[in-house]
């Protein structure tokens, strides 16, 4: 008896948990939600023309800065010594954006910026890959 009872409450909370719903524009603006957030490369395509204000850092070497980069990338080596010295001369008030080759470095100097005191970073999944490899941006 407490079966016939449960499942087709157990069916309706399901099917309404699962229930449609329209997936919403990111507002690239809004900054209440969380301080890092993963973006893709039509994200990140959007947030470039959205916001005038971002700081583009390329994380990665100055020898794979030197073969392909972000136009407006500026090169931060995650790996050198003075990698906190050269972050610290970036403006904490604007969005920053990271990238690397694929996103691993990018990832932990997302982290690091945070701990920083940076209130808005961006991380490009898939880094250069996903440059070189996703969709030119929308016209």
């Known amino acids: 008896m407490v079966k016939k009872v449960l499942l087709p409450i157990l069916l309706a909370s399901l099917l ?3 229930g449609s719903h329209k997936e919403q524009k990111k507002n690239f603006t809004d ?6 957030t993963l973006v893709n490369i039509v994200e990140f395509h959007e947030l470039m023309k959205q916001r005038e204000d971002l700081q583009i850092v390329d994380v990665r070497t100055p020898k794979e800065f030197d ?3 972000i136009p407006g990338a500026i090169n931060i080596d995650y790996w050198s010594d003075d990698f906190n010295s050269q972050v610290s001369n970036l403006n904490r008030d604007k969005p920053v954006a990271v990238y690397c080759a694929a996103g ?5 100097a997302a982290s690091k910026l945070q701990e920083m005191g940076f209130k808005q970073i961006y991380d490009l999944d898939g880094g ?3 440059w070189h490899t996703g969709p030119l941006p929308a016209k």
């Open 31 to 36: 900054t209440t939600s969380q301080i890092i």
């Open 16 to 18: 309404g948990a699962c």
């Open 67 to 69: 073969l392909s980069k």
């Open 128 to 130: 250069m890959r996903a």
């Open 104 to 108: 691993r470095r990018s990832a932990k």
